[in-house]
């Protein structure tokens, strides 16, 4: 990177330290905040430091990515674990005592104390109004990204936690040192009004000198479109002692949040500041390489520092081991500890551009630097690796690789106005209709370079508003994979229990059929694939596979590479060649491809009846297999389903495809931090079904 000045240990960092004992640090005096905001120099430094802010690794610079995605069919992380522990939040497993939620809590409201002081200080600046109502503009941008990454925060606090504490006014200045809940209905209808009122005045990211890595202009209508289509979805609310209820934010007024989200996505669109011109591998490829662009489809993406800050590509990416603290290779360690679902790769068109560069089947070991098959229960994300950084970071370096994450895409702006028209319009048959048609058929496009059957074709036969309501969701699902989407767009359209339920299933039954058969089977297929039940007869439980070889086949005669770029991007090193990836072959079939050294690998998801705790128990807060030897709610074998708390054994039939309608909610609202509550002088307490003590 890139961001020259986000790591100034400048003194207005410092001066902007502040909170009260809610947040656990001291006030800065007023002529700190006068020496601050006396110079747009200092001004500038002082900004600085709120997206330093923002990079802690309690908050975007990790954990935010990693420790609280839920598991869905799309992002996936196993725990065998069979007892519940309050900490496993992946998994719908938490209470107020539970890890990281103190600390990623506290870093987020410094963060917004930070935010809250620089809007104070920039706006009572002798510097900032020129004239009658006119203001320096470089003030202007600056209170214009203090405010959009105020929102940010906000705006995943309420996903996260529900409603929260919330003020504009910093404890300096605020009366109530202890800030008073609020509805996230009315915090979000507070971060739109406030946006609206900046996003006018501030500067496009072509203009900025830092481009995306700077919040602009685009930033800020894009994250009002977010903002709004958060609003207009559904939510889990409290309802007395239960773990709550699913209901829309707003209730009938929905489509006018639905409208905001139109009117903003389309101020972007309409900009033509972006386009997806890059192939869908080189947007991710250029962030490992430290190359922000504006222009294309990254909008905003969070600034680290190389080898300074930010886990991206070393806990995604290609997993790479290390002996003794090093690897026998120049790009380090990388644990791919921010998986995907084992199955979700089944789930994508084979013409799909993104399948193969996004799942990542190969792994290399240490000392040897063996590339090898990746014989897991998931597989890893190749948006982000160590192993595309040209040259490598170090064969020392571990989690700190600064490459930047990509907070806000065109891609997701395209994809709202099509979700926002649709929703509004009642498809897309009316005004606006061929534009969301077209923003479809633009990510579609890129997916789908060499396949335009799939793209006009196959929009066109999903124009009711069920249909495209599904097209566009089933295209994030594929688009966005570890980017913390996946989950809030099932809660957004109240899917997330269907899906997580399915996703267990699925599991299950593949589980079973690896070893003989399985009852869920023929149900899984037809719900996934539309009643095409032998969609998964053909997923390989035994993978061939030659290890360690350069990237070179010969076909016809003709040197190719074994991987292109878009799927592999380092061309250099050598790779583990998976005959197999999507099918199932015979040993004979493999024999006569005339290959050396060809290993078989057994996803070994079951072994001898007995299907893996992973994949038991990695949804053990909603619904889970009881283990060998049986526990306090049943038999080995059991399965059991949470329900507000009381555990029962799962007995729907899959044939009538379970859904919504008739499964227990799923409670992914977390529990605010028994320390926050035991600050608040009893003015705080945790609802869902959560203990208060």
Not at 513 to 530: G, K, P, Q
């Amino acid at each position: 990177m890139k961001f020259r000045n986000i790591f100034i240990a400048s003194l207005s960092a410092v001066a902007l330290a502040s909170c009260s004992d809610f947040l656990e640090v001291d006030a800065p005096s007023k002529n700190e905040m006068g020496y601050v905001f006396s110079d747009k120099t200092e001004m500038n430094n002082a900004l600085n430091g709120i997206y330093k802010a923002m990079l802690s690794a309690d908050t975007y610079g990790d954990k935010i990515y990693s420790t609280y995605v839920m598991n869905t069919d799309v992002d996936f992380k196993t725990n065998s674990g069979r007892t519940l522990t309050g900490s496993n939040w992946s998994r719908y497993d938490g209470n107020p005592m539970g890890g990281n939620i103190a600390s990623t809590w506290k870093q987020q409201y410094a963060t917004i104390e930070l935010t809250n002081l620089f809007v104070e200080g920039a706006e009572s600046s002798d510097l900032y109004k020129t004239g009658e109502d006119e203001y320096d503009e470089d003030i202007l941008q600056m209170i214009g990204e203090a405010k959009v990454a105020r929102a940010i925060v906000y705006h995943d606090l309420t996903w996260m936690f529900g409603d929260v504490p919330f003020s504009f006014n910093s404890t300096r200045t605020a009366e109530d040192k202890i800030y008073p809940i609020k509805d996230r209905a009315e915090i979000l209808d507070e971060l739109i009004k406030d946006l609206k009122e900046i996003s006018e005045r501030m500067k496009f990211a072509d203009e900025l000198p830092d481009g995306v890595e700077r919040i602009s202009k685009e930033m800020a209508w894009s994250m009002i479109a977010r903002i709004a289509q958060t609003a207009a979805g559904y939510t889990l609310r409290p309802d007395g002692n239960t773990y709550g209820k699913m209901e829309r934010m707003n209730g009938t007024r929905y489509t006018e949040y639905y409208e905001i989200a139109k009117e903003y996505a389309a101020k972007v669109i309409d900009s033509e500041k972006h386009k997806l011109a890059k192939p869908f591998y080189q947007v991710f490829l250029d962030e490992c390489n430290f190359l922000p662009a504006s222009g294309d489809d990254v909008i905003w993406e969070i600034p680290f520092a190389k080898t300074a800050n930010g886990k991206v590509g070393y806990s995604h990416g290609v997993k790479l081991d290390s002996y003794q603290s090093e690897t026998p290779h120049p790009y380090g360690e990388a644990k791919s500890d921010v998986r995907l679902n084992g199955v979700y790769r089944y789930m994508f068109n084979e013409n799909d551009v993104r399948r193969d560069y996004v799942n990542q089947l190969t792994k290399y070991d240490a000392p040897a630097g063996e590339a090898m098959f990746d014989n897991n229960y998931t597989v890893s994300n190749g948006k982000w690796s160590k192993l595309w950084v040209t040259g490598g970071l170090g064969n020392q370096t571990t989690e700190n690789t600064g490459i930047n994450f990509p907070f806000m895409r065109y891609t997701d702006v395209l994809l709202m106005y099509a979700e926002a028209v649709n929703e509004t319009e009642h498809g897309v048959s009316g005004p606006n209709g061929a534009k969301a048609i077209d923003a479809l058929a633009q990510v579609r496009k890129r997916a789908f370079p060499n396949n335009p059957e799939l793209v006009e074709p196959y929009i066109a036969s999903r124009t009711s508003e069920e249909d495209f309501r599904k097209a566009v969701l089933d295209e994030r699902k594929f688009e966005f994979a570890g980017e913390n989407m996946r989950w809030r767009d099932l809660v957004r359209h109240d899917l997330l229990s269907e899906t997580v339920y399915w996703t267990f299933y699925r599991y299950i039954a593949l589980a079973e059929a690896s070893e003989s058969t399985s009852s869920y089977l023929s149900a899984v297929a037809a719900y996934d694939f539309d009643g095409k039940d032998e969609a998964y007869e053909n997923v390989p439980f035994t993978i061939y596979n030659v290890r360690d070889v350069d990237n070179i086949m010969t076909v016809d005669g003709i040197e190719k590479p074994i991987y292109e770029k878009s799927v592999f991007p380092n061309q250099d090193v050598k790779v583990c060649r998976i005959i197999n990836p999507y099918r199932q072959m015979s040993s004979s079939e493999v024999n006569n491809l005339g290959l050396n050294n060809v290993r078989q690998d057994i996803i070994e998801w079951s072994k001898e009846g007995q299907i893996r705790n992973e994949l038991r128990n990695s949804l053990r807060g909603y619904i889970y297999m009881v283990v060998e030897g049986g526990d306090e709610n049943g038999a080995d074998g059991v399965i059991m389903i949470n329900n507000n708390g009381t555990w029962s054994m799962d007995s729907r039939d899959l044939a009538t495809f379970p859904n919504r309608t008739n499964l227990p909610v799923i409670r992914y609202i977390l529990p605010i931090p028994q320390s926050v509550i035991d600050r608040s002088h009893g003015r705080y307490e945790n609802k869902y079904g959560y203990t208060n003590s």
